[in-house]
């Protein structure tokens, strides 16, 4: 715990962090989370990554991960959709639920998960393809349209939703990987969406784009919040402030501090906390 006397003067913006107050009061008490994780730690041979970490996720909130890096955010993150059963050598323990169900129990369909549970990368990643054919992949494989004509709707109301539809209406036969990079970003967000899917997952989605494609993509997290659960891993705490309403403090593999983000940025409960949203270290 901080001490009393000490001046506290936080990084990020408080008028941003004060906007996120009004937005709590449509949370209803008492409503269940869309994920939760209880005690969730991650080894990678004998190595620790993370240390019991604990945390809800609401489908009317978006989530922040927030700390230093290497501090053990993405590797939570991707636990969330098993993406750490790629690496050979991950091991997770402790319990992950989504809607209830285990996420790691051996009845439970990856794939399937991997729809639920959607990811947008660091790096936007199209996929050499048309940017019909990158939204319309995953619905396609999934078996979500009937015919050409429904599989049309699923791409324009991606598309719409990801806010690009007016940029490339007129290309959609054109290669992804010709748009810019924050088009393309908006394109992976498409492509995850165009699954239906019930919580997306980004992991730093702005650190690779320029200002005016960040704005862009921090409007897209407001408009999306509410049809979606939203997590996401942010090295930019003012952009925490600015999407979040939930904040995850990680350090060392530790998760620190969670609350809601107003909280967290003016009154923090731990000193690691203080520390690191007034800038002395990380």
């Given at each position: 715990?901080?001490?009393?006397?000490?001046?506290?003067?936080?990084?990020?913006?408080?008028?941003?962090?004060?906007?996120?107050?009004?937005?709590?009061e449509r949370a209803?008490?008492?409503?269940?989370?869309?994920?939760?994780?209880?005690?969730?730690?991650?080894?990678?041979?004998?190595?620790?990554?993370?240390?019991?970490?604990?945390?809800?996720?609401?489908?009317?909130?978006?989530?922040?991960?927030?700390?230093?890096?290497?501090?053990?955010?993405?590797?939570?993150?991707?636990?969330?959709?098993?993406?750490?059963?790629?690496?050979?050598?991950?091991?997770?323990?402790?319990?992950?639920?989504?809607?209830?169900?285990?996420?790691?129990?051996?009845?439970?369909?990856?794939?399937?998960?991997?729809?639920?549970?959607?990811?947008?990368?660091?790096?936007?990643?199209?996929?050499?393809?048309?940017?019909?054919?990158?939204?319309?992949?995953?619905?396609?494989?999934?078996?979500?349209?009937?015919?050409?004509?429904?599989?049309?709707?699923?791409?324009?109301?991606?598309?719409?939703?990801?806010?690009?539809?007016?940029?490339?209406?007129?290309?959609?036969?054109?290669?992804?990987?010709?748009?810019?990079?924050?088009?393309?970003?908006?394109?992976?967000?498409?492509?995850?969406?165009?699954?239906?899917?019930?919580?997306?997952?980004?992991?730093?989605?702005?650190?690779?784009?320029?200002?005016?494609?960040?704005?862009?993509?921090?409007?897209?997290?407001?408009?999306?919040?509410?049809?979606?659960?939203?997590?996401?891993?942010?090295?930019?705490?003012?952009q925490a402030a600015?999407?979040?309403?939930?904040?995850?403090?990680?350090?060392?593999?530790?998760?620190?501090?969670?609350?809601?983000?107003?909280?967290?940025?003016?009154?923090?409960?731990?000193?690691?906390?203080?520390?690191?949203?007034?800038?002395?270290?990380?």
């Amino acid at each position: 715990m901080r001490e009393e006397t000490e001046a506290f003067e936080p990084k990020a913006d408080v008028a941003e962090v004060t906007k996120q107050d009004k937005t709590e009061e449509r949370a209803a008490p008492g409503r269940k989370p869309k994920m939760l994780t209880r005690d969730v730690s991650v080894f990678y041979g004998e190595k620790q990554a993370l240390k019991d970490v604990s945390i809800e996720i609401y489908d009317d909130l978006v989530t922040a991960f927030i700390g230093p890096s290497g501090c053990g955010k993405s590797t939570f993150l991707r636990c969330l959709n098993r993406m750490n059963d790629t690496i050979p050598s991950a091991r997770v323990t402790g319990t992950i639920e989504l809607d209830g169900e285990d996420v790691n129990a051996s009845a439970m369909d990856v794939v399937q998960l991997r729809a639920r549970v959607g990811m947008v990368f660091q790096k936007p990643n199209p996929f050499p393809k048309s940017i019909f054919e990158n939204v319309a992949y995953g619905p396609r494989i999934h078996g979500l349209a009937s015919g050409k004509p429904e599989l049309e709707q699923i791409v324009e109301k991606s598309l719409k939703r990801a806010g690009l539809w007016e940029e490339v209406k007129d290309r959609l036969q054109e290669s992804g990987t010709a748009l810019s990079g924050g088009q393309q970003q908006r394109l992976c967000i498409a492509r995850a969406i165009a699954v239906d899917p019930e919580v997306i997952l980004m992991d730093e989605p702005c650190s690779a784009l320029d200002p005016i494609a960040t704005a862009k993509i921090e409007e897209l997290i407001h408009e999306l919040r509410g049809r979606y659960a939203i997590a996401i891993v942010t090295h930019n705490m003012q952009q925490a402030a600015r999407v979040s309403q939930r904040t995850a403090f990680f350090h060392l593999g530790e998760l620190v501090e969670y609350g809601k983000t107003s909280e967290i940025f003016t009154n923090p409960k731990r000193q690691r906390t203080t520390d690191y949203i007034t800038g002395r270290y990380g």
